[in-house]
């Protein structure tokens, strides 16, 4: 059973940086899918970014709204994969979860969480105005 665990929330200032991340153990896939998403306090959970290999070719997209700000990159032998946010504002404030989709997506299914098998239990990013 894929396990996914999320690290390194916390509360920073706007305009700061931060890094999140999350730990897969368990089973690996030769094809997979890696998402964060967001869910802030009295609103849906949205698509922030995703991660995608197919063997050793990778692809990354993102929501408009982190656009130039985030990037999400994957250590390969550390079995992670890290969301750095820079410049971040106070409607980033939300609880991060990372999650898994065992299978290769292509557009809308890659932002339907509903599509995805694993999750893990989530972090909370402040930022405060």
């Known amino acids: 059973q894929v396990q996914l665990v999320e690290s390194g929330g916390g509360l920073v200032p706007a305009g700061g940086s931060l890094r999140v991340s999350c730990a897969q153990s368990?089973?690996?896939?030769?094809?997979?899918?890696l998402g964060w998403f967001r869910r802030a306090p009295g609103k849906e959970r949205e698509f922030v970014a995703n991660?995608?290999?197919?063997?050793?070719?990778?692809?990354?997209d993102y929501a408009d709204s982190v656009k130039g700000r985030f990037a999400i990159f994957r250590d390969v032998d550390k079995n992670m994969v890290h969301l750095q946010m820079n410049s971040l504002r106070p409607e980033d404030t939300a609880v991060y979860y990372c999650?898994?989709?065992?299978?290769?997506?292509?557009?809308?299914?890659?932002?339907?969480?509903?599509?995805?098998?694993?999750w893990g239990q989530g972090t909370q990013v402040t930022v405060s105005s």
């Open positions: 999650a898994g989709q065992r299978s290769y997506c292509s557009g809308q299914r890659c932002y339907d969480p509903a599509l995805y098998d694993d």
């Open positions: 368990g089973p690996t896939f030769n094809t997979y899918n």
């Open positions: 991660i995608k290999w197919l063997g050793d070719i990778s692809y990354s």
